[in-house]
Nanobody, 127 residues
Framework: VQLVESGGGSVQAGDSLRLSCAASGRTFSSYTMGWFRQPPGKEREFVATMGSSGSSTYYADSVKGRFTISRDNAKNTVYLQMNSLNPEDTAVYYC???WGLGVPVRTSTSPAAYGNWGQGTQVTVSS
């Protein structure tokens, strides 16, 4: 599966953004989908994940209550709604796909668990 992110940009603290990740192929509904981010000068970190059916989610503590992951299997797209953004959210955001139905979301927090990645989209939050 190939992934293409969009929706990044430069915003002020407190603003919202919605990222989208469009996937190619006809097996999108068989993938656990995840969002990761890489702040400047830091390693890639987990943000959120959603199971293949869309019924289970898991979030990093740093974004819980502010970010929401969702997916539309009919459109082969996963989203990340980001509210109450702050400068610490500044990063390149990546969409990732992990093959397998029913994979427990708590096991999908490491970048190594994912086999497919998008090119990333920059999110910059200024104070």
């Amino acid at each position: 599966v190939q992934l293409v992110e969009s929706g990044g940009g430069s915003v002020q603290a407190g603003d919202s953004l919605r990222l989208s990740c469009a996937a190619s192929g006809r097996t999108f509904s068989s993938y656990t989908m995840g969002w990761f981010r890489q702040p400047p000068g830091k390693e890639r970190e987990f943000v959120a994940t959603m199971g293949s059916s869309g019924s289970s989610t898991y979030y990093a503590d740093s974004v819980k209550g502010r970010f929401t992951i969702s997916r539309d299997n009919a459109k082969n797209t996963v989203y990340l709604q980001m509210n109450s953004l702050n400068p610490e959210d500044t990063a390149v955001y990546y969409c990732a796909a992990r093959w397998g139905l029913g994979v427990p979301v708590r096991t999908s927090t490491s970048p190594a668990a994912y086999g497919n990645w998008g090119q990333g989209t920059q999110v910059t939050v200024s104070s």
